[in-house]
């Protein structure tokens, strides 16, 4: 099988841990507290503004604080502790509430109402725009009690379940198939690298690229992200120096580039993300940018971008552009990319996966002190989670053919999970067949006499987890053991369950969701809304919005051209996560970030490559973080403005 030279790079940079720990103690305890009440509404606070969470900075804060305290406390976090956090601080960032806030957008928005949906989006997602809960902005009425339930009930099943078939197949591929994983070491080394700065602080690399970052991040962030919010509260209107979420240039460009969505996104964490990434994926995207430059003014010239007309901006022109072409042409991209994955998960059967296969033996005897349970335990897991998404499933959708939800569960997520974790375990690359879901349900509508809108919103057994082979491989890399993931499962999730809660209730008492104070998603959950009833409309009866966009030479196009394409560089012996980087800039997503993540990849690969060697694949993930950690920093202290002071005004009348 053909191998990427650049993911040859990532491959064993970390050799098999000898010993492993739990890590968990009092202060991992601690630490989900610290992550759910202090990170969380920060992180929260920044996905509104500008579009993306604290994200890594989270992890790396709270680990660095941790690790202060416990040196002068005359004692040093392990690298299982280490680990612990970081764990925790993802399981806590994903803010589960965070969900109704848009769930209360979807039901109130335009986009519901132009499409006639709003009526038909169930009592279980959201209560009905008139709701006296939406006009007194709060989930602390009881109209949102059955969908925080069930809300928490989904949660609950999704946590146990993490445990289930993602387990069994890092059992199997990972001990039994010994594939190498080649991205796991790179998730490893950045809690590794801190572990090492604790005890050796003044000699490690480590502690001075991310201090770096971190300064950097700071300065951005207080002209980014805290002017803004702080001006907007003292002032009557927000000071910004720097346009959020991009300047806006498509009414500027479109005599020249007609239907070319075109600006600049001027966030450098932007460069520092281009750095991160693979050099080709990057170009690829580039690539794929400039064909839908060139392309979109011949596709309006020939009458297929019809729906394009002059005025309108970049959310607008990205809607109508999809709705015309890049929908269908997409999903035809998606369909080659999936093809291409199973085609090399099949030829690579008759290899083994590394030096020295194991046995199905292994399957019952793993390394001593790892922490697993036996492998059959994780079966009955899955099997107990799927049945229960069956039931919920058959309860909120009981007009929808309840075949489907057992296809779904025993069929189609075992095979697509093993084709994924086979591929993350080769060429560490994720595989995902777009719109099989989309086209169960139309296939539901159309032959079984389904009508409604309820099941695009059921929690239904349609998982892929392969990504999580990765996740396990990550804690066993780390000396880890999983007894110690399972212990911090338990304690964080109560955690995150209420923190979520209440800062969601928070956030949207402070202002509307969307609104002027928080631009980001003013300006972006309208396309995305629009993008998702789109779909919905398709099991609605009549001529639905969805099929008049649905173009089947598209899809055959969109997908000739995948194929090809990826045939090109495999015999040219080019890179072929070109071909990701591609699919990704034909997304049509908002292109206008694309040029400083560019920078950031040509930076990377031409200066700082060239000066610090193989090195800089160690740094630039530091200095990421680093800039994430200031850039959250930041955004707490935004939030914190924002929290007293609106507080104050509340208490002033």
Same mark, same amino acid.
């Given at each position: 099988m053909y191998e990427d030279k650049e993911l040859q790079e990532y491959r064993d940079l970390l050799p098999q841990p000898t010993h492993f720990a739990e890590g968990f103690d009092w202060k991992t305890v601690v630490g989900a507290v610290f992550i759910g009440f202090l990170m969380m509404p920060g992180s929260m606070y920044l996905q509104l503004v500008i579009g993306s969470g604290i994200g890594p900075a989270a992890r790396w804060v709270t680990i660095i604080l941790f690790a202060e305290v416990a040196k002068?406390?005359?004692?040093?976090?392990?690298?299982?502790?280490?680990?612990?956090?970081?764990?925790?601080?993802?399981?806590?960032?994903?803010?589960?509430f965070q969900g109704l806030l848009w769930s209360q957008y979807l039901v109130q928005s335009d986009a519901a109402r132009m499409l006639g949906l709003a009526e038909f989006i169930p009592a279980w997602v959201a209560p009905p725009a008139d709701s006296?809960?939406?006009?007194?902005?709060?989930?602390?009425?009881?109209?949102?009690?059955?969908?925080?339930?069930?809300?928490?009930?989904?949660?609950?099943?999704?946590?146990?379940?993490?445990?289930?078939?993602?387990?069994?197949?890092?059992?199997?591929?990972?001990?039994?198939?010994?594939?190498?994983?080649?991205?796991?070491?790179?998730?490893?080394?950045?809690?590794?690298?801190?572990?090492?700065?604790?005890?050796?602080?003044?000699?490690?690399?480590?502690?001075?690229v991310f201090s770096i970052g971190g300064v950097i991040g700071l300065a951005f962030g207080a002209v980014y992200v805290l002017l803004p919010t702080v001006s907007g509260l003292v002032f009557t209107e927000s000071i910004r120096l720097i346009p959020i979420p991009w300047v806006e240039l498509t009414r500027h460009t479109e005599n020249i580039l007609p239907a070319v969505a075109t600006g600049i996104q001027l966030d450098i964490g932007l460069i520092f993300i281009g750095m991160v990434l693979p050099f080709w994926a990057v170009i690829g995207g580039l690539i794929?940018?400039?064909?839908?430059?060139?392309?979109?003014?011949?596709?309006?010239?020939?009458?297929?971008?019809?729906?394009?007309?002059?005025?309108?901006?970049?959310?607008?022109?990205?809607?109508?552009?999809?709705?015309?072409?890049?929908?269908?042409?997409?999903?035809?991209?998606?369909?080659?990319?999936?093809?291409?994955?199973?085609?090399?998960?099949?030829?690579?059967?008759?290899?083994?996966?590394?030096?020295? *296969? %194991?046995?199905? !033996?292994d399957l019952f005897h793993?390394? #001593?002190?790892?922490?697993?349970?036996?492998?059959?335990? =994780?079966?009955?897991?899955?099997?107990?989670?799927?049945?229960?998404?069956?039931?919920?499933?058959?309860?909120?959708?009981?007009?929808?053919?309840?075949?489907?939800?057992?296809?779904?569960?025993?069929?189609?997520t075992p095979i697509?999970?093993?084709?994924?974790?086979?591929?993350?375990?080769?060429a560490g690359q994720f595989v995902s067949l777009p719109?099989?879901?989309?086209?169960?349900?139309?296939?539901?509508?159309?032959?079984?006499?389904?009508?409604?809108?309820?099941?695009?919103?059921?929690?239904?057994?349609?998982?892929n987890y392969g990504k999580a082979t990765v996740d396990f491989r990550e804690i066993e890399l780390t000396g880890t053991s999983i *007894? %110690?993931?399972? !212990?911090?499962?338990?304690?964080?999730? #109560?955690?995150?369950?209420?923190?979520?809660?209440?800062? =969601?209730?928070?956030?949207?008492?402070?202002?509307?969701?969307?609104?002027?104070?928080?631009?980001?998603?003013?300006?972006?959950?309208?396309?995305?809304?629009?993008?998702?009833l789109l779909m919905q409309t398709s099991t609605m009866e009549g001529d639905s919005a969805f099929f008049q966009a649905l173009n089947f030479v598209y899809i055959s196009t969109g997908m000739g051209f995948g194929v090809v394409t990826y045939m090109v560089l495999a015999f040219f012996g080019l890179p072929v996560m070109l071909v990701y980087g591609v699919v990704r800039g034909l997304g049509q997503s908002t292109p206008h970030g694309m040029i400083l993540e560019v920078a950031g990849a040509f930076l990377g690969r031409f200066f700082f490559l060239r000066r610090y060697g193989a090195m800089w694949r160690q740094y630039a993930p530091v200095l990421l973080a680093g800039f994430s950690c200031g850039m959250g920093l930041m955004g707490m202290f935004a939030m914190g403005f924002t929290l007293i002071l609106k507080s104050l005004g509340r208490l002033a009348y």
């Open positions: 002068r406390s005359y004692t040093e976090l392990k690298q299982q502790e280490i680990f612990l956090l970081y764990y925790m601080a993802g399981a806590a960032l994903a803010s589960p006296i809960s939406m006009i007194e902005r709060t989930f602390l009425h009881r109209d949102w009690m059955i969908p925080i339930l069930l809300l928490v009930g989904a949660q609950i099943i999704q946590r146990v379940d993490h445990f289930g078939l993602g387990y069994a197949l890092y059992r199997i591929t990972s001990d039994v198939e010994k594939l190498p994983f080649p991205m796991a070491p790179v998730g490893a080394l950045g809690t590794m690298a801190l572990a090492e700065s604790t005890e050796d602080k003044q000699k490690s690399w480590k502690w001075r794929g940018l400039v064909i839908t430059v060139a392309a979109n003014p011949f596709l309006y010239q020939c009458g297929i971008l019809k729906r394009w007309h002059p005025g309108m901006g970049t959310v607008d022109t990205v809607f109508a552009n999809n709705f015309d072409f890049y929908m269908s042409f997409g999903i035809g991209l998606g369909l080659s990319i999936a093809l291409v994955g199973i085609w090399h998960v099949v030829k690579s059967f008759g290899k083994t996966g590394g030096p020295h *296969r %194991g046995s199905f !033996k793993p390394p #001593p002190g790892r922490g697993d349970f036996n492998f059959w335990i =994780s079966i009955g897991i899955y099997v107990f989670s799927t049945s229960a998404y069956v039931l919920m499933c058959v309860w909120l959708v009981p007009n929808f053919p309840w075949i489907f939800f057992i296809l779904y569960g025993f069929l189609y697509i999970s093993y084709i994924t974790a086979r591929m993350e375990g080769i719109l099989v879901r989309e086209a169960s349900f139309i296939a539901g509508a159309k032959y079984f006499g389904y009508q409604g809108i309820e099941i695009w919103y059921a929690p239904i057994p349609f998982h *007894r %110690g993931i399972i !212990k911090a499962e338990i304690v964080v999730f #109560p955690v995150v369950m209420i923190a979520s809660l209440l800062f =969601s209730q928070f956030i949207w008492q402070l202002a509307p969701i969307p609104s002027s104070n928080y631009p980001y998603a003013q300006e972006l959950w309208h396309l995305q809304a629009l993008n998702t």
